[in-house]
T-cell receptor, first 110, second 113 residues
Framework: GIQVEQSPPDLILQEGANSTLRCNFSDSVNNLQWFHQNPWGQLINLFYIPSGTKQNGRLSATTVATERYSLLYISSSQTTDSGVYFCAADNTGTASKLTFGTGTRLQVML | DAEITQSPRHKITETGRQVTLACHQTWNHNNMFWYRQDLGHGLRLIHYSYGVQDTNKGEVSDGYSVSRSNTEDLPLTLESAASSQTSVYFC????????????FGEGSRLTVL
């Protein structure tokens, strides 16, 4: 199956800083999603982005499918951005086959 | 607002007991999924369903079962709980089987003693 790798595994930022999280995948994908797991454990869908670029407030994501990676940008980070960011990918055409990366743990300090 | 809810949120049980975790969604999504999250393993798929009366095994289905009698509910049953099934369980749903965004419930923390 598809392999999904995320980097960096851990990231500590000062509030207001920008960051880029990376997700590499081993094969072409037709489904790529980013999630945020907050410190209380809740998993929130951030982006569905198998290709192209999307923006939602201070967050944006870009997937370059031909080069097999996706990037999540966080600008002007806030303490509420803390948590774990997961990407998940699929190349079988079925949502059930989403493979999750191991996540990037982000801590935003005051 | 439409949502996906899990119950119970926390449960402690003993080895060998049967346990059922409930999942209810009000989005009218056809697709529902159960994942478990463990340190070092990330999120792994247990079972999934594409509609009423449809159930399928995922990556780690041994010791678990699901049933889908209506669109809204996908209960997860541990037939005989084992300590290895101590985990956080997440239910999720999506509208489209091929490319739908996945939405998660709040999670259920299960401890098997």
């Amino acid at each position: 199956g598809i392999q999904v790798e995320q980097s960096p595994p851990d990231l500590i930022l000062q509030e207001g800083a920008n960051s880029t999280l990376r997700c590499n995948f081993s094969d072409s994908v037709n489904n790529l999603q980013w999630f945020h797991q907050n410190p209380w454990g809740q998993l929130i869908n951030l982006f569905y982005i198998p290709s192209g670029t999307k923006q939602n407030g201070r967050l944006s994501a870009t997937t370059v499918a031909t080069e097999r990676y996706s990037l999540l940008y966080i600008s002007s980070s806030q303490t509420t951005d803390s948590g774990v960011y997961f990407c998940a990918a699929d190349n079988t055409g079925t949502a059930s086959k989403l493979t999750f990366g191991t996540g990037t743990r982000l801590q935003v300090m005051l | 607002d439409a949502e996906i809810t899990q119950s119970p949120r926390h449960k402690i049980t003993e080895t060998g007991r049967q346990v059922t975790l409930a999942c209810h969604q009000t989005w009218n999504h056809n697709n529902m999924f159960w994942y478990r999250q463990d340190l070092g393993h990330g999120l792994r798929l247990i079972h999934y369903s594409y509609g009423v009366q449809d159930t399928n095994k995922g990556e780690v289905s041994d010791g678990y079962s699901v049933s889908r009698s209506n669109t809204e509910d996908l209960p997860l049953t541990l037939e005989s709980a084992a300590s290895s099934q101590t985990s956080v369980y997440f239910c999720a749903s999506s509208r489209d089987s091929n490319t739908g965004e996945l939405f998660f419930g709040e999670g259920s923390r299960l401890t098997v003693l």
